[in-house]
């Protein structure tokens, strides 16, 4: 949150340790992102690209992950 750039070799990632089902938005976030929700084996359950900044609409998969992966918009492709 409250980023105005990250760069383009760099990502953050978000382990929760055990696997959980999680939802994220953007309300404070000012870069789109791709996010990659991945399970323990680091398997990509789902992949949600260019998320708007500022959105309060909360995105996840539907199913348990133990991480997600923020990365810079048009990466994951």
């Known amino acids: ?13 978000f382990d929760f340790m ?5 939802a994220f938005w953007m309300r404070n976030t ?5 996010m990659l929700f ?3 084996d680091g398997e990509i359950v789902a992949i949600i690209e260019n998320v708007t900044p500022h959105s309060e609409d909360t995105v ?4 348990p992950v133990r991480a997600v ?6 990466v994951s492709r």
């Open 1 to 13: 949150m409250h980023r105005g750039e990250m760069a383009p070799d760099h990502g953050m990632l």
């Open 30 to 34: 000012f870069i789109p992102l791709d």
């Open 69 to 74: 992966l923020e990365l810079n918009a048009g």
């Open 38 to 40: 991945l399970k323990s």
């Open 60 to 63: 996840g998969p539907d199913r």
């Open 18 to 22: 055990t696997p959980r089902r999680v």
